[in-house]
């Protein structure tokens, strides 16, 4: 065998290895985590097994599904009250998380101007907001919309302003030597650029306005004035229903999960064919 071919042989056997290490991560990305989520939800019901704690306590695992089960018409109407919520907010957070932006790229004293409130907006808890919210706002599905658009705003606002501002000024330069208007440096230069920072702002503001909506529907339905997900949690712990407040956490944290998967397949499929983030994954 020559020198070259020798030199195959080992770059054929290095890169059988490296797609197995592949083939095995992809596999272990799934695995693992689900092996130890069963290992937990085992170790959950014996610990009330061998224990005997009572279900009013802490429920078994079946107990939490068999609930979900016999409640699932209140439970899953609330959840829809509760996505409403959240899907409104997070829309609104967008439209005028970006339109600001915009209007911040297009003017620094616009920036200077109005960021600051953005950021007392971000750094005021929500919770002592609402009072004011619900002394000024008399309808309630109003209340619990701005309590998460609030919480939901920020994060698109900063990082679309972010992307906005970090082009490469040698692009910017090239598109004036070019004659091109604000506006057309906006629409095909700028607000691309800014797609990735806007993308991930997004997929922290999903989370957020979740976040919001069950925050304020906590605040609210501590009055018996919300009808969401919180409210029941609410009510299911004065009346020390722990099986029917585990399947109400469940379906918010099922909720918050594929709401990020949902955001990150959209920024994926956005960047995948030209942003080197997407390409990497790819890779």
């Known amino acids: 065998m020559t020198g070259t071919e020798s030199r195959a042989v080992r770059l054929d056997a290095e890169e059988a290895r490296r797609l197995r290490q592949q083939r095995v991560e992809r596999i272990g990305r799934w695995l693992l985590p689900l092996a130890i989520m069963i290992a937990a939800i085992w170790f959950w019901d014996r610990i009330c097994v061998w224990n005997e704690i009572p279900k009013y306590i802490l429920p078994r695992p079946l107990e939490v599904l068999q609930t979900l089960h016999d409640d699932a018409g ?5 959840l829809l009250f509760t996505l409403k919520i959240t899907f409104l907010s997070l829309l609104l957070a967008v ?13 620094k004293w616009v920036e200077m101007s109005f960021f600051p409130f953005a ?3 971000q750094v005021t808890p929500i919770v002592a907001i609402f009072p004011l919210i619900n002394i000024y706002v008399n309808n ?16 698109i606002l900063s990082n679309t302003t972010l992307g906005l501002n970090s082009v490469d000024r040698n692009l910017r330069d090239l598109f004036r030597l070019n004659g091109a208007s604000r506006w057309q440096e906006l629409w095909h230069l700028r607000l691309p650029a800014a797609m990735p920072y806007f993308l991930g702002g997004l997929k922290i503001a999903g989370g957020l306005s979740l976040i919001g909506a069950v925050v304020a529907e906590f605040v609210a339905g501590a009055s018996g004035q ?20 585990f399947a109400a956490l469940i379906l918010i944290s099922l909720t918050g999960i594929v709401i990020f998967l949902v955001l990150s397949l959209i920024s994926h499929l956005v960047l ?12």
Do not use: D, M
Not at 74 to 78: G, M, N
């Open 74 to 78: 209140l439970l899953f109407t609330s």
């Open 95 to 107: 439209v005028g998380g970006v339109g600001l932006s915009v209007l911040f790229a297009q003017s």
């Open 119 to 121: 950021i007392v907006l």
């Open 140 to 155: 309630q599905t109003a209340k619990l919309l701005l309590c998460a658009w609030i919480v939901a705003f920020f994060p």
């Open 226 to 245: 919300a009808s969401g997900l919180a409210s029941r949690i609410i009510e299911a712990g004065y009346r020390l229903n722990a099986p029917r407040l």
């Open 272 to 283: 995948r064919r030209w942003h080197e983030s997407a390409l990497k994954q790819e890779g």
